[in-house]
């Protein structure tokens, strides 16, 4: 067996083995940091390394559920919801405050409801200039804006930024200029995390191409 033979069945097994390994510790990393980040919150009055000398591994973690199972009791009677309307009445009266928990609390109602077609159409887009497509979210339909009544109906797009999913911007375009990609919203998130390597599927023979189909109609 010569070197260059060697040198190439080590490094096909190199990667075989790092495609394994990689998402694995990625993962694990991921979550060890959300733990420990959320270990540090608990306060240290509370934590029993500090009162008993004992650590409890994960106890921020634990407290965090606990703590998010019983404001769901809570407010799922009517004391609760007479609660958290009183304190919500207190935020709005803040100018700043207000619309940083209005917007949050919209952000999230719409995402872990299951109304709503927020998130779960991936669109593609030209943009930033023409004969450039991005891949975008649907995150609303229909839009008009004050003052733009003549223009015609917009769908608002979330277009992340890669590999870092979580910052993005929004633009705004005319519904038959977006087009419906028959992606789940999981694939398009694989396509931007990994900088475009992980692609999806091409579509069965026969088919015609994104560019040269007409734009799927955005309800």
């Not at 510790?25 to 420990?36: D, E, K, M, S």
């Not at 919500?88 to 917007?103: H, K, M, Q, T």
């Not at 398009?188 to 579509?203: E, F, H, R, S």
Request: contains cysteine.
């Amino acid at each position: 067996m010569t070197g260059a033979v060697l040198k190439l069945i080590l490094r096909r097994y190199l990667i075989a083995g790092l495609l394994v390994w990689l998402p694995i510790i990625a993962t694990v990393l991921v979550i060890q940091f959300i733990l420990n980040m959320l270990d540090h919150l608990v306060p240290r009055a509370i934590r029993p390394d500090v009162l008993l000398g004992v650590h409890i591994p994960y106890l921020g973690a634990l407290l965090a559920l606990l703590l998010v199972l019983a404001t769901g009791l809570l407010v799922t009677n009517i004391i609760g919801r007479g609660l958290v309307r009183a304190w919500e009445d207190v935020l709005n009266r803040i100018p700043f405050v207000r619309a940083v928990y209005g917007g949050v609390k919209s952000f999230s109602t719409t995402i872990l409801s299951n109304s709503g077609n927020s998130f779960k159409k991936v669109l593609l887009i030209e943009y930033p200039r023409a004969g450039c497509w991005s891949v975008g979210f649907q995150t609303a339909s229909d839009v008009r804006l004050p003052g733009a009544s003549d223009l015609e109906p917009m769908v608002c797009v979330f277009i992340p930024t890669t590999p870092n999913p979580t910052s993005g911007f929004i633009v705004l375009v005319p519904r038959s200029q977006a087009i419906e990609l028959d992606m789940n919203p999981d694939a398009a998130m694989k396509l931007i995390v990994t900088l475009g390597v992980v692609m999806p599927p091409p579509p069965p023979a026969g088919l015609p191409p994104v560019s040269a189909a007409a734009p799927a109609a955005i309800r």
